[in-house]
């Protein structure tokens, strides 16, 4: 299973580096580079995540957990440099989507998390490429100034294509179930990601911390796979579990 992991998220990247070098030729010399090392490193947290997936659900909520506590200090520093009088609604939608995630983690197959986790990955990064290459129309300006809808629409889409590809991973998913699955999976990792943005916008911070280089923070990096383990989490533990 390892093998047809490894053979659907490698031409993904290649693909998404072609839509990389095609966008970078639009910026600095700098900016190209700081993209291109974002890049390596998500290629590289990618197949971490999927490894710890491979070595079962023990590894997969100790790793939630890392990303939990990570989040939580990154999140506090946040916080103090939010104006008074602080939005406490900050710590409730963090919170539950905290607990959700750990008790997902244990409850989901890890075949089922390396599903969630890889659809999601997918349409957070083709999300920013399509966007830097053919974004447009600002999704979310007051929130998230870097998303576009045309963003949106390539994220999800690719995110479709992996699903289908890597509909194994699940029990009995068809070509269609898993495509509809990616879509809801795709929208509920954004509603993570705007959440994440929000309470950056509040701090008035780009990152939440620089743990993860290129990166930024824990948050950074997987606010959508909490926002998909929140809301699609559930659902799809007892579907498979």
Same mark, same amino acid.
């Given at each position: ?5 490894v ?16 966008a ?19 290629? #590289? ?19 939630? #957990?890392?990303?939990?506590v ?28 905290? !607990?959700? !995630? #750990? !008790? ?5 197959p890890? #075949? /089922? ?21 053919? +974004? ?43 495509? /509809?699955?990616?879509?809801?999976v +795709? ?15 509040? !701090? ?38």
């Amino acid at each position: 299973m390892i093998g047809e992991i490894v053979a659907v998220t490698v031409p993904g990247f290649v693909l998404g580096a072609v839509f990389m070098a095609l966008a970078n030729r639009k910026v600095a010399a700098e900016a190209a580079r700081s993209r291109w090392v974002k890049l390596v490193v998500f290629f #590289l947290i990618v197949h971490a995540v999927l490894g710890v997936a491979a070595l079962g659900r023990p590894w997969v909520t100790l790793l939630v #957990l890392v990303i939990v506590v990570g989040g939580s200090v990154e999140l506090s520093h946040a916080w103090r440099r939010m104006p008074m009088p602080r939005p406490w609604r900050v710590w409730t939608v963090f919170g539950v989507a905290a !607990a959700t !995630a #750990l !008790a997902v983690s244990w409850a989901l197959p890890p #075949l /089922a998390f390396a599903f969630l986790f890889l659809v999601t990955a997918t349409c957070d990064g083709f999300s920013q490429v399509v966007g830097q290459l053919f +974004g447009r129309r600002r999704l979310a300006p007051a929130v998230s100034p870097g998303k576009t809808i045309e963003g949106l629409l390539g994220g999800l889409f690719a995110a479709m294509v992996v699903a289908v590809l890597a509909r194994g991973l699940l029990i009995d998913a068809t070509v269609a179930g898993a495509a /509809a699955l990616a879509c809801v999976v +795709g929208l509920a990792g954004l509603g993570g990601d705007l959440a994440a943005s929000w309470a950056k916008r509040l !701090a008035g911070i780009k990152d939440y911390s620089a743990a993860l280089p290129g990166q930024g923070g824990f948050l950074d990096r997987f606010d959508s796979l909490l926002g998909a383990m929140t809301i699609v989490g559930p659902a799809l533990a007892m579907a498979t579990g």
